[in-house]
């Protein structure tokens, strides 16, 4: 009874859940035992826009090819039912330090979905998923200081690990109560401009999509996050790992791929990061990684062996996110009641030398250099 009582406090006003232990998630991993990944379709990118607490997101990361870096966001966020609310973020950054890293967020107002769900379209901002479901045009004119005019095409199948993507959450798995997805597209190209109040920002180069679906309370699902995005002139490598809360036995769960043009060299769970140093943050205590390793496993569709391995010193951070100053007002209500939850991002994009893809196929040997853009999010304490 008192696990209910928490339960149904920790749904209305997102404070901390019961322990349920390990046995309260299935990670995507079980699906991948049997279906290692999946390639998508077009109906797989359609916006899942629930009616209940949820937050879904469409990320997408550019490295152009003068070397900017970017990344632009539609968030929906729906809480309880009660309140949707939708916001386009959009973020340059300057990992040389000449400039301030330019931080644009917009609440939208007058939101839809086009019928198909493809879409999505607010004012003064757009979505749009071409016919043929290959390419995407960002568009937004919300913020005169960021007008944002882009356009990115797959040149690789985008994935979800296993056969949908989803990692579940409850006690009874068949009726789940909460659920996490990631769908990407790896490898795209890019086209299209930033305009911002120093002059237009080109952004040809490459680009990198990640549909995130989190149907239920996010400090809920996960205490931590990495995050890796590597491009280079052959090959890409992704990869996305989160932590559990205690409540769900600090369970980690992997997904990830490597990719080059035209195909999907290999996808699937066994990928994981390990942050090799760290030094303490002193404004909130947590670890923040100096060095990290990230690695991917897995065969690929003619069954050779694929090993890949990024290790590399991250540099000085590029930005460090207090994710509750960020927040809308509303995601902060369902927050603030969560014990020790004290959300930081620390966003990293090591330059002066380039970062090394290490990989094996077979018994073929391939060293690439590229662009790494990682991320390390701390939520909650893990134990």
Excluded at 64 to 90: E, K, M
Aim: charged share 20%.
């Amino acid at each position: 009874m008192f696990n209910w009582a928490k339960q149904t406090l920790a749904n209305v006003v997102g404070t901390e859940e019961p322990l349920y232990g390990p046995s309260a998630i299935k990670s995507v991993a079980e699906d991948a035992k049997t279906t290692p990944y999946t390639e998508l379709t077009k109906d797989d990118l359609k916006w899942a826009a629930m009616e209940s607490t949820c937050v879904e997101t469409q990320t997408f990361y550019f490295m152009s090819d003068n070397g900017d870096l970017a990344f632009a966001q539609v968030i929906y966020s729906n809480v309880a039912g009660i309140r949707t609310t939708c916001q386009f973020n959009c973020k340059i950054f300057y990992p040389d330090g000449s400039k301030p890293n330019l931080w644009s967020s917009t609440p939208l107002s007058q939101h839809e979905f086009s019928e198909d769900r493809y879409s999505f379209y607010a004012k003064d901002c757009a979505l749009e998923m071409s016919e043929d479901g290959n390419s995407y045009t960002i568009k937004s004119m919300n913020d005169p200081q960021c007008i944002v005019n882009l356009k990115v095409t797959k040149v690789t199948p985008g994935f979800v690990v296993g056969k949908d993507g989803k990692t579940l959450f409850g006690t009874d798995l068949s009726h789940p109560w909460g659920s996490m997805r990631h769908a990407f597209w790896p490898r795209c190209a890019a086209e299209g401009s930033v305009m911002t109040k120093d002059g237009p920002i080109d952004f040809k180069g490459r680009a990198f999509l990640s549909h995130a679906l989190q149907g239920m309370k996010p400090h809920h699902a996960a205490a931590r996050w990495n995050f890796a995005n590597f491009q280079g002139p052959t090959y890409s490598a992704i990869l996305m790992e989160f932590t559990t809360p205690p409540s769900y036995g600090a369970t980690v769960v992997d997904v990830g791929g490597i990719a080059k043009d035209g195909e999907i060299v290999t996808a699937g769970p066994t990928c994981g990061a390990k942050h090799l140093k760290t030094k303490q943050d002193t404004e909130n205590d947590w670890p923040e990684p100096t060095d990290i390793k990230f690695t991917w496993s897995g065969i690929t569709k003619d069954g050779k062996a694929v090993e890949a391995v990024i290790e590399t010193a991250l540099g000085d951070r590029v930005d460090r996110i207090d994710v509750m100053a960020e927040v809308p007002g509303f995601v902060k209500k369902i927050v603030a009641g969560a014990a020790g939850t004290k959300p930081y991002i620390y966003q990293y994009a090591p330059h002066g030398s380039p970062v090394e893809l290490k990989l094996k196929i077979g018994d073929q040997e391939i060293t690439e250099q590229g662009r790494l853009f990682s991320e390390a999010t701390f939520i909650s304490a893990t134990e």
